[in-house]
């Protein structure tokens, strides 16, 4: 038996949406995906770099780092890229905590939260939500203590989908200690249309210990890329340099995040982004028309709490091609696809209307 960190095996493991590849036309909605492929500038990008494959892509990712920078009006030292915002969060525990110390977060949230407090050797604080499935800012500031080292707050919150007032956020962020990290994980924020949500961006120059994850997986379609940002002080963009594993951003990715961060792409996106707004709401529209309890979202995602023999009606949904993720014992999160995976979803969503005769006798 090979030497190890005790308890390591005993981590849950990262479970990712079912991929559907086993079914030519499923409906893909267990994974926060894009359903749209890049669009033509951003493939020809990605083509023209493959070439030079055999080269180590650029270290410092110099080029977007500063259309970045530009596109946010932060100095390059503020913005950190790596291989998606999971790479980032992880680097962000591993520079700031630590065994004997606490990270902090909402639950239910992102799951790599705990996997990267588990990995690092600290403790996870599991924080409930509200009754109406938002992060609790009073109960989450009243969990932080001398050993708390960073919190993660999750806007819009996955898999709930809902956000927190800017207003709130503001004066969470006045109380909270200012040795103290707090991570805004802003990776569907475009998504958002509520003009009082939450912005992070907004805190970056008066609060130079928040830091502002952003990712081009969703919003820009690249999740097979691996591709995410954050936003922050000077001081923390050098912990995460310090930290960050060397040559992690392949050079595909970086001609391919730049290239949507041309005006022409970035409009194209916006009509994307358009586009899903759009279709999240007619599904929530037809999901309650229904009677099925489904939160309001400001995601690309919608979250039924609830369902009573959960996972049994995801594995009904899955029989006629319809991926949905079970995310708790009686929590369904379904994505908002294309017009023709939603058709498909909404075709076949009887199994979310009935309770299965089992699930009075097991309890599931």
């Given at each position: 038996?090979?030497?190890h960190?005790?308890?390591?095996?005993?981590i849950?493991?990262?479970v990712?949406?079912?991929?559907?590849?086993?079914l030519?036309?499923?409906a893909?909605l267990a994974s926060?995906?894009?359903?749209?492929?890049?669009?033509?500038?951003?493939?020809?990008?990605?083509s023209?770099?493959?070439m030079?494959a055999?080269r180590?892509?650029?270290?410092?990712?110099?080029?977007?780092?500063?259309a970045?920078?530009s596109?946010?009006?932060l100095s390059p030292?503020?913005?950190?890229?790596?291989?998606?915002?999971?790479s980032?969060?992880?680097?962000?525990?591993t520079?700031?905590?630590g065994?004997?110390?606490e990270?902090?977060?909402?639950?239910?949230?992102?799951?790599?939260?705990e996997?990267?407090?588990?990995?690092?050797?600290?403790?996870?604080?599991?924080?409930?939500?509200?009754?109406?499935?938002r992060l609790?800012?009073?109960?989450?500031?009243a969990?932080?203590?001398d050993?708390?080292?960073?919190?993660f707050?999750?806007?819009?919150?996955?898999?709930?989908?809902?956000?927190v007032?800017?207003?709130?956020?503001?004066?969470?962020v006045e109380?909270?200690?200012?040795d103290?990290l707090?991570?805004?994980d802003?990776?569907?924020?475009?998504?958002?249309?509520?003009?009082?949500a939450?912005?992070?961006?907004?805190l970056?120059?008066r609060?130079?210990?928040?830091?502002?994850?952003?990712?081009?997986?969703?919003?820009?379609?690249?999740a097979g890329?691996r591709?995410?940002?954050?936003?922050?002080s000077?001081?923390v963009?050098?912990l995460?340099?310090a930290?960050?594993?060397?040559?992690?951003v392949?050079?595909?990715?970086q001609?391919?995040?730049?290239a949507?961060?041309?005006?022409?792409?970035?409009?194209?996106?916006?009509s994307?982004?358009?586009?899903?707004v759009?279709?999240r709401k007619?599904?929530?529209?037809?999901l309650?028309?229904t009677?099925?309890?489904?939160?309001p979202?400001?995601?690309?995602?919608?979250?039924l709490?609830?369902?009573?023999g959960?996972?049994?009606?995801?594995?009904?949904?899955?029989?006629?091609?319809a991926?949905?993720r079970?995310?708790?014992?009686?929590e369904?999160r379904?994505?908002?696809?294309?017009?023709?995976e939603?058709?498909h979803?909404?075709?076949?969503i009887?199994?979310?209307?009935?309770?299965?005769p089992?699930?009075?006798?097991?309890?599931?």
């Open positions: 038996m090979i030497r960190r005790p308890g390591i095996l005993e849950d493991s990262y990712p949406g079912g991929s559907g590849s086993s030519r036309r499923a893909r926060n995906e894009s359903p749209f492929p890049p669009v033509d500038r951003v493939a020809a990008a990605i023209a770099s493959i030079q055999n180590y892509p650029d270290f410092e990712s110099r080029e977007l780092t500063e970045l920078a596109r946010w009006r030292d503020q913005v950190s890229v790596d291989s998606g915002s999971s980032l969060l992880r680097s962000i525990v520079a700031c905590a065994p004997g110390t990270i902090v977060y909402g639950w239910p949230s992102f799951a790599s939260y996997h990267a407090a588990l990995l690092a050797g600290a403790t996870p604080i599991r924080v409930a939500l509200t009754p109406d499935h609790d800012l009073a109960l989450i500031l969990a932080i203590n050993r708390t080292r960073v919190v707050l999750c806007l819009p919150n996955n898999p709930t989908g809902t956000t007032d800017h207003t709130a956020l503001e004066a969470f109380a909270v200690p200012g103290l707090i991570v805004l802003e990776c569907y924020g475009e998504f958002v249309t509520d003009p009082n939450a912005s992070g961006p907004r970056l120059g609060f130079p210990n928040v830091v502002v994850l952003k990712s081009l997986s969703k919003s820009a379609g690249l890329l591709i995410g940002y954050a936003l922050s000077p001081d963009g050098s995460l340099r930290v960050r594993i060397p040559f992690s392949s050079a595909v990715a001609a391919a995040a730049l949507c961060l041309e005006p022409a792409v970035t409009a194209a996106l916006e994307r982004i358009t586009a899903t759009s279709e007619r599904v929530y529209d037809t309650t028309g009677g099925i309890e489904v939160i979202s400001q995601a690309n995602f919608l979250f709490p609830h369902q009573h959960a996972p049994e009606k995801v594995r009904l949904l899955a029989q006629h091609g991926l949905v079970l995310v708790g014992p009686r369904i379904i994505s908002v696809g294309s017009r023709r939603n058709d979803l909404l075709s076949c009887d199994p979310l209307t009935v309770i299965p089992h699930s009075a006798v097991t309890g599931q």
